[in-house]
């Protein structure tokens, strides 16, 4: 079999059989960024620069066709083809698919020669379509958001309407540094940024990349391509949005009444030996029209809505009522539940949640408080004192997404805690650059040095957990052990023998 070169990408999102199609697509010899989980999925494939997605719908068919209505614009858009892999037979799911946005379906055995096969074909309908798609070759009018960049330059012109969004007025013809502008990009969207344009430096063909605000939550979309006549790169820049979302202020306070918001578990795990110590409790939102929807998306619109603290109260209760009726075999797994700053707020919470345990029969000593840095920045000094009343009861605490927010340092010196979360990025940034090491590294290195123990979230390949462990990480989660998980589900995990008692391990 040939070998594909390096522009031959596949991007793979799949929610039970990932590990299975990575791996037959990479002894095809394609590359293949893979996927298990469908937040973000849209930017991930944009960021991919994958001329061929592929959703696996077997096993997890709604999940599977919201993937695809979610990534279907932006392959079209890419002029990419979107492989959809359903059930031998499942002719409703194909046809589903094909109304959701994919161009392709398959539903046989999955080998690496027949897997490559419909890769190639599904190849050659991405490069029919680019054949006949060409970005223009000036800056387009001035009511779309665009920019321009000549090679060798400091600087990017920025359209009219481009410069009034990003905030650098409205004059047409707008000059910024390439700095001012990819200021605006988190972490993520500068790696993206610069993916991208190496592949259109490196094949010639239109791509794109997408990156998140940081402010409302909306995506943004970068379709960027050469100007044939002068060389320049030129990006036409689309607001993605959060499709929907305006309709769900209504829905939420029926969905905490219908028993719409779920709980799972995220299993936490020592780096050294492997035994699963705990799990977070993280809400996700049934939603009978979108799906499941995530907790940064519920959360948002309990903030919008109002309902912040009802929220927070409802998944709390929720959660230690499920870890209240676990089975024998999760008895001695640690449970963390997050704290929002509208909880913190409230002078009676530490008494209220101490009482639900107690009502509950749940072990203080069992319980971790995750709070995030963001739910600090308006008082640190309540927080510093509700956390200590929390800890005097037996309960630990964490400070959970370390590095995302702006007085970190602060934080540490101010709070009694017990552990320190680092943000998922920092995760993947420890197989980063030189630079980018010694940054997670400093911030493990203070972290014990303060007698802190450290949890790295996020964590999806076995690269990043080696590094993490060798950096003197004590426990990590992510997708690389397990994603969220029913309480059966974590049973099950439970049960191959991954759990020990705490007594050893925390």
């Given at each position: 079999?040939?070998?594909?070169?390096?522009?031959?990408?596949?991007?793979?999102?799949?929610?039970?059989?990932?590990?299975?199609?990575?791996?037959?697509?990479?002894?095809?010899?394609?590359?293949?960024?893979?996927?298990?989980?469908?937040?973000?999925?849209?930017?991930?494939?944009?960021?991919?620069?994958?001329?061929?997605?592929?959703?696996?719908?077997?096993?997890?068919?709604l999940q599977g066709l919201e993937a695809?209505?979610?990534?279907?614009?932006?392959?079209?858009?890419s002029g990419a083809a979107l492989l959809?892999?359903?059930?031998?037979?499942?002719?409703?799911?194909?046809?589903?698919?094909?109304?959701?946005?994919?161009?392709?379906?398959?539903?046989?055995?999955?080998?690496?020669?027949?897997?490559?096969?419909?890769?190639?074909?599904?190849?050659?309908?991405?490069?029919?379509?680019?054949?006949?798609?060409?970005?223009?070759?000036?800056?387009?009018?001035?009511?779309?958001?665009?920019?321009?960049?000549?090679?060798?330059?400091?600087?990017?012109?920025?359209?009219?309407?481009?410069?009034?969004?990003?905030?650098?007025?409205?004059?047409?013809?707008?000059?910024?540094?390439?700095?001012?502008?990819?200021?605006?990009?988190?972490?993520?969207?500068?790696?993206?940024?610069?993916?991208?344009?190496?592949?259109?430096?490196?094949?010639?063909?239109?791509?794109?990349?997408?990156?998140?605000?940081?402010?409302?939550?909306?995506?943004?979309?970068?379709?960027?391509?050469?100007?044939?006549?002068?060389?320049?790169?030129?990006?036409?820049?689309?607001?993605?949005?959060?499709?929907?979302?305006?309709?769900?202020?209504?829905?939420?306070?029926?969905?905490?009444?219908?028993?719409?918001?779920?709980?799972?578990?995220?299993?936490?795990?020592?780096?050294?030996?492997?035994?699963?110590?705990?799990?977070?409790?993280?809400?996700?939102?049934?939603?009978?029209?979108?799906?499941?929807?995530?907790?940064?998306?519920?959360?948002?619109?309990?903030?919008?809505?109002?309902?912040?603290?009802?929220?927070?109260?409802?998944?709390?209760?929720?959660?230690?009522?499920?870890?209240?009726?676990?089975?024998?075999?999760?008895?001695?797994?640690?449970?963390?539940?997050?704290?929002?700053?509208?909880?913190?707020?409230?002078?009676?919470?530490?008494?209220?949640?101490?009482?639900?345990?107690?009502?509950?029969?749940?072990?203080?000593?069992?319980?971790?408080?995750?709070?995030?840095?963001?739910?600090?920045?308006?008082?640190?000094?309540?927080?510093?004192?509700?956390?200590?009343?929390?800890?005097?009861?037996?309960?630990?605490?964490?400070?959970?997404?370390?590095?995302?927010?702006?007085?970190?340092?602060?934080?540490?010196?101010?709070?009694?805690?017990?552990?320190?979360?680092?943000?998922?990025?920092?995760?993947?940034?420890?197989?980063?650059?030189?630079?980018?090491?010694?940054?997670?590294?400093?911030?493990?290195?203070?972290?014990?040095?303060?007698?802190?123990?450290?949890?790295?979230?996020?964590?999806?390949?076995?690269?990043?957990?080696?590094?993490?462990?060798?950096?003197?990480?004590?426990?990590?989660?992510?997708?690389?052990?397990?994603?969220?998980?029913?309480?059966?589900?974590?049973?099950?995990?439970?049960?191959?023998?991954?759990?020990?008692?705490?007594?050893?391990?925390?």
């Amino acid at each position: 079999m040939p070998p594909v070169d390096d522009t031959e990408t596949v991007f793979i999102l799949s929610f039970r059989n990932r590990d299975l199609l990575r791996d037959a697509a990479g002894e095809a010899g394609w590359r293949v960024i893979a996927a298990r989980r469908g937040e973000s999925a849209e930017q991930r494939f944009l960021a991919s620069g994958a001329k061929v997605a592929i959703v696996d719908t077997r096993g997890a068919r709604l999940q599977g066709l919201e993937a695809i209505r979610a990534l279907g614009s932006a392959t079209e858009r890419s002029g990419a083809a979107l492989l959809a892999l359903v059930d031998e037979g499942d002719t409703d799911t194909a046809s589903e698919a094909f109304e959701a946005g994919a161009t392709h379906f398959w539903h046989g055995a999955i080998d690496p020669a027949l897997l490559d096969l419909a890769l190639r074909l599904a190849l050659r309908h991405s490069e029919r379509v680019l054949s006949t798609v060409a970005l223009r070759s000036r800056l387009p009018a001035a009511a779309m958001p665009s920019w321009r960049w000549e090679r060798g330059s400091s600087s990017v012109e920025l359209s009219p309407a481009l410069a009034r969004q990003a905030g650098f007025g409205t004059e047409g013809g707008t000059r910024v540094s390439l700095m001012e502008l990819f200021r605006k990009l988190d972490a993520d969207g500068r790696r993206s940024a610069r993916s991208a344009v190496d592949r259109l430096r490196e094949t010639g063909q239109a791509t794109a990349f997408a990156h998140g605000t940081g402010e409302d939550g909306d995506r943004i979309a970068h379709h960027v391509g050469l100007d044939d006549s002068s060389g320049a790169i030129v990006g036409h820049v689309e607001t993605l949005g959060q499709p929907g979302l305006e309709s769900l202020d209504a829905d939420l306070p029926q969905a905490l009444t219908r028993g719409e918001i779920d709980i799972l578990f995220q299993p936490q795990v020592a780096t050294a030996g492997g035994a699963m110590v705990g799990v977070e409790a993280l809400a996700r939102w049934r939603h009978p029209k979108f799906g499941e929807l995530d907790a940064q998306t519920l959360f948002k619109v309990a903030e919008r809505s109002g309902l912040s603290l009802a929220l927070s109260q409802h998944v709390q209760r929720t959660a230690l009522e499920e870890v209240a009726n676990w089975p024998a075999s999760l008895a001695s797994l640690r449970v963390a539940i997050n704290v929002t700053s509208a909880d913190i707020a409230q002078p009676t919470f530490a008494d209220r949640f101490i009482a639900d345990l107690g009502t509950l029969g749940i072990d203080r000593r069992r319980v971790t408080v995750e709070i995030t840095e963001s739910g600090l920045i308006e008082d640190l000094r309540s927080a510093s004192r509700l956390l200590a009343e929390l800890r005097a009861h037996g309960l630990r605490v964490a400070i959970d997404d370390f590095g995302t927010g702006y007085s970190s340092l602060a934080y540490l010196k101010a709070l009694p805690l017990d552990y320190l979360k680092i943000d998922k990025q920092m995760s993947h940034d420890i197989e980063g650059t030189p630079r980018d090491r010694v940054v997670v590294r400093g911030v493990i290195d203070m972290a014990r040095s303060l007698g802190l123990s450290v949890i790295a979230e996020g964590v999806e390949t076995n690269r990043q957990l080696a590094l993490l462990a060798e950096e003197g990480c004590n426990y990590y989660q992510g997708y690389l052990c397990a994603p969220p998980l029913t309480s059966a589900a974590l049973a099950e995990l439970a049960s191959v023998g991954l759990a020990q008692d705490l007594r050893q391990a925390l």
